[in-house]
């Protein structure tokens, strides 16, 4: 294999792990937010709130736990760290080749 073509693999899984890191990083926010009881009524957090939904409308409301923040903690940091592992496991196997 040559130079050229690791390089390329290597800033190909580079620029994954970047966006799982992101996306990670907008659902561990918003969870944040929601802990500290944020000012929902700010842009700022509008917009945070709405790119964590699309990231984990899939799971945002996966767990029936009593508690608002249980279910918050649980569907949105289920949600960060699938982004996480797998992320970062196809950024790693693209390093490899």
């Known amino acids: ?5 690791r390089t390329g693999a290597n800033q190909a899984g580079t620029v994954i792990a970047i966006v799982a890191d992101v996306m990670a ?16 009524g700010n842009e700022f957090v509008q917009f945070v709130h709405d790119v964590a939904r699309w990231l984990a409308g899939w799971s945002y409301d996966l767990f029936t736990f009593d508690e608002a ?5 649980a569907g949105y940091g289920l949600a960060a760290v699938v982004y996480l592992f797998v992320g970062h496991a196809i950024a790693n196997r693209t390093h490899r080749h």
């Open 1 to 5: 294999m040559s130079y050229r073509s």
């Open 25 to 40: 990083l907008f659902l561990g926010l918003w969870i944040l937010m929601y802990l500290l009881d944020a000012n929902r």
């Open 69 to 73: 923040w249980a279910r918050v903690v």
